[in-house]
């Protein structure tokens, strides 16, 4: 039998088969970054709102009618955003793998995550989005490389891969062969 628990949110009946559901804290941006990242990933939905009342107004300081919380789902994968002020900040220690097949693949989810983010925050397929969340864009191939037994190759492809921004499944290719 499975362990799936119907979750109450804003009035719908969610199925959750996912026993660790990640939180995104944001400071009042939660509903933008939701539409956000909806827009970009073709398998999500956005499937409850929850908005905060006159209730506890003087801990969370939020006008009624806000949005507390959201879940959504990214290709299966179940999330809660929550606008809770401007108490915590992201950062790299945690970050969303996004695995691609293909160089379009890559490009695509980078051009779309970063967009509106920190340049500088660019470095061997990380990227923060323009609300401060990090991001890895990943080829398939990349992992399959870096795990290979010729340490020669996988630690070609590792130099390789240090000097992008963006990764390039072409030069990291071309650094495999050449090792």
Same mark, same amino acid.
């Given at each position: 039998m499975s362990e799936a628990t119907i979750v109450e949110t804003a009035g $719908?009946?969610?199925e959750n088969n996912q026993k660790i559901v990640p939180c995104l804290w944001f400071d009042n941006q939660a509903e933008d970054a939701v539409k956000f990242y909806v827009s970009i990933f073709k398998n999500s939905s956005i499937d409850g709102v929850v908005r905060y009342g006159n209730e506890g107004f003087e801990i969370h300081h939020m006008k009624e009618g806000t949005v507390m919380t959201m879940d959504f789902k990214i290709e299966g994968q179940r999330f809660i955003a929550l606008n809770g002020g401007p108490v915590f900040k992201f950062n790299e220690a945690i970050s969303f793998q996004v695995y691609c097949e293909t160089q379009q693949k890559v490009d695509y989810y980078w051009e779309k995550l970063s967009e509106g983010g920190?340049? $500088?925050? &660019?470095?061997?397929?990380?990227?923060?989005?323009?609300?401060? =969340?990090?991001? &890895? =864009?990943?080829?398939t191939i990349l992992i399959k490389m870096l795990k290979d037994q010729d340490s020669n190759k996988s630690q070609k492809v590792m130099k390789t891969?240090? &000097?992008?921004?963006?990764i390039d499944i072409q030069s990291l290719s071309h650094a495999y062969e050449q090792a």
């Amino acid at each position: 039998m499975s362990e799936a628990t119907i979750v109450e949110t804003a009035g $719908n009946k969610i199925e959750n088969n996912q026993k660790i559901v990640p939180c995104l804290w944001f400071d009042n941006q939660a509903e933008d970054a939701v539409k956000f990242y909806v827009s970009i990933f073709k398998n999500s939905s956005i499937d409850g709102v929850v908005r905060y009342g006159n209730e506890g107004f003087e801990i969370h300081h939020m006008k009624e009618g806000t949005v507390m919380t959201m879940d959504f789902k990214i290709e299966g994968q179940r999330f809660i955003a929550l606008n809770g002020g401007p108490v915590f900040k992201f950062n790299e220690a945690i970050s969303f793998q996004v695995y691609c097949e293909t160089q379009q693949k890559v490009d695509y989810y980078w051009e779309k995550l970063s967009e509106g983010g920190d340049p $500088n925050a &660019q470095q061997c397929g990380w990227l923060k989005d323009k609300y401060g =969340v990090s991001w &890895q =864009v990943i080829p398939t191939i990349l992992i399959k490389m870096l795990k290979d037994q010729d340490s020669n190759k996988s630690q070609k492809v590792m130099k390789t891969m240090l &000097q992008m921004k963006k990764i390039d499944i072409q030069s990291l290719s071309h650094a495999y062969e050449q090792a």
